[in-house]
């Protein structure tokens, strides 16, 4: 079927069938035991994917929701040391400064968090970390478990955005010392966009503000949970819940091991295809930060347009990002996160090479071989 192109986006990512026909139920009462079910039944499963037994909220709105409801609940008026080499460690940044005195530990965007930076600016006070884990915008996965031992030394509320790793890769959340923990529903969860989760631990509570938002009081949300049945404090966007429910289902499915051993499979098939072009993998990495195993950032050669570039391989039927911000016409990235197999990865790749060639570039060898050696 040529109707529906191929979302090899770094989210949205395409949904199962049985996530969209759970959306298309009749409505049913948010305040009774068929929902409580649902809710109940999505926690538990996030729980394990997050790697936690703290408290855990399903929030409606994106994972931006949950990144601001994090900042909000818990360093209103505070010192927070922002880590950042993306953009979305730049959002935590932004919304850390609403609230709070944001103190920036920025690297360039693509390589390695300076560490040192961060422990002097816990030691100057700041009271509270926030981290990408994943760090979609660059392809580059940061150190968890390094910064949440520099972040217990120091005493410090350490907040990780997980929205492009959980579910897809491994996070200990509770192992690595994370007090809150969040997701968004459209990444590697591979349900609908407009849902977030976020997990709070008990020492967090022990700081939580006087003054919070209203819709993103995570008390409130706290409250509700512990109502049996389960529930949220306002209306939810229930059909997205149910959906999130079955794409938790299918997770325990697969079962998180083998799933988190597929996502990597199917980002080395990706750079071993680039590397074998010859294209350059975008970040740069040291002893403790690696590729991300959820997302591919590919520098584009010399001389290309990332719009003739995408628009070439949107022609094919596959539709890849480009580059956010100053990053944009200089990299494009494949998201490889969800439900994506190795004939979504190889027509991905396929066209990308065609895509290239015809734009002049000569690859070194053939991508499409090498990747395939890597999925056989
Ligand atoms: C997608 C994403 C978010 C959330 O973005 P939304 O547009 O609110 O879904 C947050 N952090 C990271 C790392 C992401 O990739």
Same mark, same amino acid.
């Given at each position: &079927?040529?109707?529906?192109?191929?979302?090899?986006?770094?989210?949205?990512?395409? /949904?199962?069938?049985?996530?969209?026909?759970a959306?298309?139920?009749?409505?049913?009462?948010?305040?009774?035991?068929?929902?409580? $079910? #649902?809710? %109940?039944?999505s926690?538990?499963?996030?729980?394990?994917?997050?790697?936690?037994?703290?408290?855990?909220?399903?929030?409606?709105?994106?994972?931006?929701?949950a990144?601001?409801? $994090?900042?909000?609940n818990?360093?209103?008026?505070t010192?927070?040391?922002?880590l950042?080499?993306?953009?979305?460690g730049? *959002?935590?940044?932004?919304? %850390?400064?609403?609230?709070?005195?944001?103190?920036?530990?920025?690297?360039?965007?693509?390589?390695?968090?300076?560490?040192?930076?961060?422990?002097?600016?816990?030691?100057?006070?700041?009271?509270?970390?926030?981290?990408?884990?994943?760090?979609?915008?660059?392809?580059?996965?940061?150190?968890?478990?390094?910064?949440?031992?520099?972040? *217990?030394?120091?005493d410090?509320?350490?907040?990780? !955005?997980?929205?492009?790793?959980?579910?897809? !890769?491994?996070?200990?959340?509770?192992r690595?010392?994370?007090?809150?923990?969040?997701?968004?529903?459209?990444?590697?969860?591979? $349900?609908?966009?407009?849902?977030?989760?976020?997990?709070?631990?008990?020492?967090?509570?022990?700081?939580?503000?006087?003054? *919070?938002?209203?819709?993103? !009081?995570?008390?409130?949300?706290?409250?509700?949970?512990?109502?049996?049945? &389960?529930?949220?404090?306002?209306?939810?966007?229930?059909?997205?819940?149910? %959906?999130?429910?079955?794409?938790?289902?299918?997770?325990?499915?697969?079962?998180?091991a /083998?799933?988190?051993a597929?996502?990597?499979?199917?980002?080395?098939?990706?750079?071993?295809a680039?590397?074998?072009?010859g294209?350059?993998?975008?970040?740069?990495?040291? $002893?403790?930060?690696?590729?991300?195993?959820?997302?591919?950032?590919?520098?584009?050669?010399?001389?290309?347009?990332?719009?003739?570039?995408?628009?070439?391989v949107?022609?094919?039927?596959?539709? #890849?990002?480009?580059?956010?911000?100053?990053?944009?016409? *200089?990299?494009?990235r494949?998201?490889?996160?969800?439900?994506?197999?190795?004939?979504?990865?190889? %027509?991905?790749?396929?066209?990308?090479?065609?895509?290239?060639?015809s734009?002049?570039?000569?690859?070194?060898?053939?991508?499409?071989?090498?990747?395939?050696?890597?999925?056989?």
């Open positions: &079927m040529e109707n529906e192109p191929l979302l090899m986006l770094p989210g949205p990512v395409p /949904m199962p069938e049985r996530v969209r026909a959306m298309t139920r009749q409505a049913i009462n948010h305040r009774g035991a068929e929902f409580g $079910a #649902i809710y %109940a039944d926690v538990r499963v996030l729980k394990s994917l997050f790697g936690t037994e703290n408290e855990l909220f399903v929030l409606s709105g994106s994972g931006t929701a990144m601001e409801a $994090a900042v909000a818990f360093c209103a008026k010192a927070v040391a922002c950042e080499n993306g953009k979305f730049e *959002r935590l940044k932004k919304i %850390a400064g609403r609230y709070g005195t944001a103190v920036p530990v920025v690297s360039e965007w693509g390589t390695p968090l300076d560490l040192d930076a961060l422990e002097q600016a816990l030691e100057e006070g700041a009271r509270a970390v926030t981290l990408v884990h994943n760090e979609t915008s660059a392809g580059i996965k940061n150190p968890a478990p390094e910064i949440g031992a520099i972040a *217990r030394k120091h410090a509320l350490f907040i990780m !955005d997980g929205v492009t790793s959980i579910g897809g !890769d491994l996070v200990e959340a509770d690595w010392g994370v007090d809150i923990a969040l997701t968004g529903s459209q990444k590697c969860l591979a $349900a609908p966009a407009g849902l977030s989760a976020i997990s709070v631990s008990g020492r967090a509570w022990e700081q939580l503000a006087e003054e *919070r938002p209203y819709y993103l !009081d995570l008390l409130a949300y706290r409250k509700s949970a512990a109502k049996k049945p &389960m529930e949220t404090p306002y209306t939810p966007a229930v059909p997205l819940y149910a %959906a999130l429910r079955e794409a938790c289902r299918i997770i325990e499915e697969e079962g998180l /083998m799933r988190i597929r996502h990597k499979r199917m980002s080395e098939a990706v750079r071993t680039a590397r074998a072009w294209l350059e993998i975008f970040p740069t990495l040291d $002893a403790v930060h690696a590729y991300s195993n959820t997302v591919t950032a590919l520098r584009i050669p010399e001389g290309i347009s990332d719009a003739a570039l995408r628009g070439g949107r022609e094919l039927g596959v539709i #890849i990002a480009g580059g956010q911000d100053h990053l944009k016409g *200089r990299i494009f494949i998201g490889t996160m969800g439900a994506v197999g190795a004939p979504e990865v190889l %027509a991905t790749l396929a066209a990308v090479e065609r895509a290239l060639r734009l002049g570039f000569v690859p070194e060898d053939d991508g499409v071989q090498a990747a395939a050696e890597v999925l056989g």
